[in-house]
């Protein structure tokens, strides 16, 4: 500024020619200067391996000012495993962004016991993720009220979600959009009755689901937790290579697998490949451990640590770590020695620290017809995005991903991507062969 103030006052003084090159030399480091901040941001350069904590805290959405906060949505419990708790409850907060309402901080469930309500342990949103920043990653896009910012001017209005085959994605459509506008959006609360918010008709493009996904941030207790279980992982990984150096093993790299090995699993796909008519849901041990040594660029190092991401109780037998080829060296839970981080906590967070450990790892493999899996590989396909990804598929790509069930090159398991321009989340929700690599 003094510079500035400077040239105008050689200009009125009528100064030399040094002076007035002196001048325009300021002029345009200035005017390059204020080019260069608004057109190339400044970006800070973020480690893959170790920083997506980070990226997740940090380098979320915010999208300004536009949801009403005198207006209120209220849903069900919500139910079910951790992942599809975590879709029903996105679509719970883009239900109230199409009526233009705050969702009630609604309440998750802990335990798996979907059938019987019963028995199931409820447990409050800001139990498990950030409620204040959830709020302000959030701000303007979706937003989370308290049931103490009530005002309780009016009575409740019940909305009664349809079912069954005649209630189209159509006919829910029009519902929301009549309960939006007129006498109905005078009740200061709209209280939706009937069903699990995963089981709604969906409305709302991929791109929308994970704005609301960058949002959900675990609160600090768990994520520790999974920070510890990291911490070993690479650690266990330094010694397998003979490095004791503790200062080192943060960057040693393992892969995590997802495996769906489990006996109600087993159950299930079977009963989805028949329904579907194929063969590329169901892996057995043998098939997921084949594939996974053949991921290219693998089997030319000495260890490979492989983390198994498993539900221990639901297996028929512990012998998921046999069978392995010379090399690699597989721990879950049990070998790796943090089956007491488990124990401490219900199913719901037991879930929430596997899938920081998985979502962390440098190669992530899983099933694509599991919730669990897809939506793993959806966050790591939009980190990737975000920190420039162009050819998500290659063969050089930061943090990639796989599905197991598929079988891609030289028997290996398929490339994953999620297609992040779905104009629904069906795929993700109920799974598909049809993945973008």
Known sequence: MELLFNCKLIKLMGGGTLNS??????????AVLIIRALLFPI????????????????????FGLGVRQEKFLEVPQIVWGLNNQKIAFARACLTARMLNRTLLMPSLSASLFYKELDLLQPISFHKVFQFDKFNELCSGFVQLGRYSDLMNKTQVLELQKGSGRKWT????????????????????????????????HDHWPVKDYAKVF??????????????KVVSMIRSVGSQSKGNNDHQSFENVPYVAVHMRVEIDWMIHCKKLEQ??????????????????????????????????????KLLQNSSVLDGWEQGFVPYEKKKLG??????????LIQSAIDYEVCLRSDIFVGNS??????????????KMIKLGGNSLCGSDVRWPSFAYNIQGELNGPMKWVTNMSDSSLQAISYGTNHISC
Do not use: H, M
């Open 275 to 312: 329904r579907l008519n194929t063969n590329q849901i169901c892996s057995s041990k043998k098939e997921i451990i084949e594939r996974v040594g053949n991921i290219e660029g693998l089997k030319s190092k000495t260890q490979v640590v492989v983390y198994l991401a498993v539900a221990d």
């Open 338 to 347: 943090v089956e007491k981080i488990y124990s401490k906590y219900p199913y």
């Open 21 to 30: 090159l002196l001048c325009k030399c300021v002029f345009f480091v200035i």
């Open 169 to 200: 994605v159509e006919r829910d459509l029009d519902q929301l959009r009549q309960y939006s506008k007129g006498s109905f959006d005078e009740y200061e609360v709209i209280k939706i009755v009937g069903k699990n918010p995963f089981l709604w």
């Open 43 to 62: 970006f800070v350069g973020v480690e893959w391996s170790n920083n997506l904590a980070y990226l997740r805290k940090n380098n979320s959405p915010s």
């Open 369 to 382: 017809f599991s919730t669990f899996s897809s939506l793993i590989v959806l966050e790591r396909t939009q």
């Open 214 to 227: 960058e949002c959900l941030i675990l609160v600090e207790e768990i994520s520790q937790e999974a920070d």
